[in-house]
């Protein structure tokens, strides 16, 4: 070790001398800590591991009928394939047989019967997967089918739910409407959306020596995925280790359902004592595993002169298919969220949790948020049109009262605004930032001359007609099972300076890792290069919560940022105390550490303490504060705070085939004080993108079997290269830290974004409104598919050569 003692200069004049200056903290855009890798195809996945020795491989039967009984289960042929090790069913699984997410239902194979179109059945294990494929398909089953119910207006007819129907209500919904001057009821089909993450489902599992079970796996859910495979095994929770280091793509749909594989594995590797691996092919991982909640939405809004809301009343009935899984906490957010960032007046909220016979339907980025918030969006444009103003203008009279005590058109609150300030749950907006938002947006992307340009346009445009739409987001940050709001972070500081972190979150390629890194050297002010991010690992870091809810890094971040000022405190401490300094002369700084009148070098500064025989780990933790929620009365705060969020799209439709295209978007989303601008920007496209093509062309198609007919890529249509808009402008809302203690007062950023593409939804709509002059809203559902579009098109074309006919003097009719 170098005598530190012997340095002359100043610390400032040592910190000049410093090559390169330290830019990997907070608020800069340090690239994704997997990048090159992933670029590079050097990233390792769950199927790039290198088998091990005697390795089996599994593949399940899955049911051909939605609702069944098994009347024969042969499994006696699989046998005759040489390689196959074991089949197994569900009378094989040495503990619980049921993996249900909170609430039991969803049997690891199916139980003498069959509840959907794509259940497992039985699994068979084998030396190779084409083999174990070809054994399951052998094996005789045959069934006496049951009477299945498919859809959510069937389900509703019969009251066949997972749970009761649940409220918000706020004031008499009903007196409201009946006094309202202005009325509209509609209904609308929101369509579901499959996960399509380029990784599908799988789990690789080794055994060990004392009767547990190492598991590789593709999970946002290491803890739950702990705790399932340990009771199907029957050991106790401390037998199993997960291990995740990252997804290829998750968006919700590996928060419960990647524990399947995972238990089927491992009941494989403990009955045969074998390393067992599962990997879904496509077209049964789509089959097996559930998507976005479908949903059937039915709503009654009075309003004013002005389109102001007066009175509500929503019905929100979401597809929960065969199980619970997390529907309970979905439906709940869609009705948290269907008021979107609007004083819905008096309302009522009805939320039903529809069971039907198909794959139970998951989380899904925004965990069912989309489907309540873009009612309002839906609503304010039908009142638009029957009232024969802008829509925007009609959003601004419906918003929340601005933070600074502003209304929707920022002036100053009127007694007419006085109040307009809590949600039907009654949670105050306190840091609603939309109105200055949409003045700034407004002004930056050109909206009121684009619109006039746009009525020109389609007035002398018989064919292509354009859409102008501009659409907010309000979203609320924090599971709502609350006792989820938590999170755990290990870190250590080696002896040569270098740092371990882990923490409980899990990497899909959000940047998660790289933001929690980014936290640890802002702390201890060091290059991000110093830090070695870790595989989540359940030995480490343990009862996790999922990283969902756009809590990743608010949660891990914060647990981290405790771990690290632990430790911190410690040398601070000690510091002190060698040099015979106050600790406020002790400070981190560019790699070094500053005390008085000495600097030192962070690595010989840690190396030091070490000597001295302090402590250089840490555990951290957080939990979230201020969030509570009362279900029985709907009442609470059951978010931690808002991100907000607003798009402008344009699009332009071909009347003849229903075709569209994105001409131009432009995105201002509140992010708080950026950890990362960079990968917040690409979060945002990417949101953007994924909510535009679940509202536009990511259709789910089953047949009347309960079959799905979308099951790959060739009936199933993401978004592409080609449906991105042409002029793509997004920028972060600039100087607006959160007001809440969140890590470095940031804002989450998974999730809110996604719902920024239902601007593109409501600007096909304002394309095909132009038919009849922007009077008549058009009907259609989501997905807006070309043919749907096509199908309003007609619609709005006979409705107004049928109000022409009716209004027309005789002389005219003729003519018409």
Not at 306 to 322: D, F, P, Q, S, V
Not at 468 to 483: C, D, E, H, Q, R
Not at 542 to 556: C, E, I, K, R, V
Not at 635 to 657: I, M, N, Q
Request: glycine share 8%; hydrophobic share 35%; net charge negative.
């Amino acid at each position: 070790m170098s005598n530190h003692h012997s340095n002359k200069l100043t610390p400032e004049q040592m910190l000049s001398q410093a090559k390169q200056e330290l830019q990997t903290g907070v608020g800069r855009s340090v690239k994704h800590d997997s990048a090159v890798k992933q670029v590079c195809g050097e990233a390792v996945y769950i199927d790039d591991r290198l088998e091990f020795p005697n390795q089996l491989h599994v593949y399940a039967r899955l049911s051909e009928h939605a609702h069944a009984k098994i009347t024969k289960l042969d499994v006696s042929p699989c046998y005759d394939f040489p390689g196959v090790a074991i089949t197994i069913t569900a009378k094989d699984v040495p503990g619980l047989l049921d993996i249900g997410a909170i609430m039991p239902g969803d049997p690891l194979l199916a139980d003498g019967k069959v509840e959907f179109y794509g259940q497992p059945v039985l699994a068979v294990a084998a030396n190779d997967h084409e083999t174990a494929r070809k054994a399951a398909m052998a094996a005789i089953v045959e069934y006496e089918e049951l009477d299945a119910v498919l859809s959510v207006e069937q389900a509703l007819e019969q009251e066949h739910y997972i749970d009761q129907p649940h409220q918000h209500v706020r004031g008499d919904s009903q007196s409201a409407l009946a006094n309202a001057k202005h009325s509209i009821q509609g209904s609308v089909h929101i369509g579901g959306q499959e996960h399509f993450y380029l990784e599908t489902q799988i789990s690789s599992v080794i055994p060990t020596e004392d009767g547990g079970m190492i598991v590789y796996t593709s999970t946002q859910n290491p803890t739950e995925v702990q705790k399932l495979v340990a009771e199907v095994l029957d050991v106790p929770f401390n037998k199993i280790q997960i291990d995740m280091r990252r997804m290829g793509g998750g968006f919700g749909g590996k928060e419960t359902q990647a524990a399947a594989p995972a238990c089927m594995a491992a009941v494989v590797a403990k009955l045969t004592g074998r390393p067992t691996k599962m990997r879904l092919p496509r077209m049964e991982d789509m089959m097996m595993t559930g998507k976005r909640h479908p949903f059937f939405n039915q709503y009654h809004v009075g309003f004013d002169d002005n389109g102001r809301i007066t009175g509500c009343e929503m019905k929100l009935a979401g597809n929960c298919g065969y199980s619970p899984d997390l529907s309970n906490s979905i439906i709940d957010r869609a009705m948290f969220h269907s008021d979107n960032s609007y004083y819905l007046g008096d309302a009522t909220i009805t939320g039903y949790r529809c069971k039907t016979n198909t794959a139970s339907n998951t989380a899904y980025r925004g965990f069912g948020g989309p489907q309540g918030l873009i009612m309002p969006e839906i609503i304010l444009d039908d009142i638009a049109r029957q009232l024969g103003k802008d829509p925007l203008e009609v959003r601004k009279h419906n918003l929340y009262n601005g933070m600074n005590g502003v209304n929707g058109f920022g002036q100053p609150l009127s007694d007419a605004d006085q109040g307009r300030d809590t949600t039907h749950y009654y949670q105050q907006v306190e840091d609603n930032q939309l109105p200055e938002m949409i003045a700034e947006l407004e002004a930056s992307s050109d909206y009121h001359a684009r619109r006039e340009a746009i009525r020109a346009y389609n007035a002398t445009s018989p064919i292509l007609k354009k859409g102008l739409a501009m659409t907010p987001v309000k979203f609320g940050i924090s599971f709502t099972a609350t006792f989820l709001n938590q999170a755990g972070a290990l870190i250590h500081i080696y002896t040569d300076g270098s740092i371990h972190l882990n923490h409980g979150g899990t990497e899909m390629g959000q940047g998660l890792n790289t933001k929690v890194a980014q936290i640890v050297a802002e702390e201890f002010q060091v290059d991000f290069d110093n830090i070695q991010i870790t595989a989540t690992n359940t030995d480490k870091v343990p009862n996790t919560s999922p990283t969902a809810a756009s809590s990743g890094a608010d949660l891990n971040g914060k647990a981290a940022q405790n771990a690290a000022q632990t430790i911190k405190q410690r040398l601070v401490v000690f510091a002190a105390h060698h040099f015979n300094v106050t600790e406020e002369d002790v400070r981190f700084a560019n790699n070094h550490v500053l005390i008085r009148d000495e600097v030192l070098p962070f690595a010989e500064f840690i190396q030091l303490a070490y000597f001295h025989q302090i402590s250089l780990s840490s555990t951290g933790f957080y939990r979230t504060p201020k969030i509570y929620y009362d279900r029985d009365n709907a009442r609470g705060r059951p978010f931690y705070y808002f991100a907000y969020g607003l798009s402008c799209s344009e699009v332009v439709v071909d009347t003849l085939t229903g075709e569209y295209k994105i001409l131009r978007t432009d995105i201002l989303h509140d992010v708080g004080a950026s950890l990362n601008p960079a990968i917040d920007i690409g979060q945002i496209e990417g949101a953007y993108v994924q909510g535009a093509g679940w509202l536009t062309s990511e259709e789910l198609v089953w047949n009347d079997q309960g079959r799905l007919m979308t099951s790959g890529p060739a009936s199933y249509k993401i978004p592409a290269v080609a449906d991105m808009p042409v002029d793509f402008r997004v920028k972060l809302v600039e100087n607006r830290k959160n007001r809440e203690d969140t890590v470095f007062h940031s804002k989450a950023v998974g999730e809110p974004p996604f719902m920024l593409g239902i601007s593109v939804f409501c600007a096909i709509k304002d394309a095909i409104a132009s038919l009849a002059d922007y009077r008549v809203s058009p009907r259609i559902d989501a997905p807006a598919t070309p043919e749907r579009v096509l199908w309003a098109v007609e619609a709005i074309k006979q409705h107004s050569a049928e109000t022409t006919r009716a209004t027309a003097e005789p002389a005219e009719l003729e003519t018409v």
